[in-house]
């Protein structure tokens, strides 16, 4: 069964960059989708962006043109890199199999 592990978070002001981890256990990494969502205190948890198994990639409108979803199959890693970040952007963040797995989170905080 496939394991998620996020890394990267942290504490980061406005305008700061942060890049994510998400290594994946198991030999079918490649083969997935896999998505970034995020949930910030008191929301619902919204999808950020995804990157198909061919590596085409899509984002939600807040972040595109900030955030870059890729992926190292030779790794078993998917990465959100976060550039011009913003406050709004604090929350914890979650990747996710497109078989449904997800991993256990990792924070991001925006602040002064």
């Known amino acids: 069964q496939v394991q998620l592990v996020e890394s990267g978070g942290g504490l980061v002001q406005p305008g700061g960059s942060l890049r994510l981890s998400c290594v994946a256990s198991?030999?079918?990494?490649?083969?997935?989708?896999m998505a970034w969502h995020r949930q910030a205190p008191g929301k619902q948890r919204e999808l950020v962006a995804v990157i198909t198994s061919g590596s085409i990639t899509s984002y939600a409108y807040s972040v595109k043109g900030r955030l870059t979803i890729s992926r190292d199959n030779a790794k078993n890693t998917v990465y959100l890199q976060m550039n011009s970040l913003k406050p709004e952007d604090t929350a914890v963040y979650y990747c996710r199999t497109s078989s449904g797995k997800w991993g256990q989170g990792t924070k991001v905080t925006v602040s002064p």
């Open positions: 198991g030999s079918a990494f490649s083969t997935y989708s």
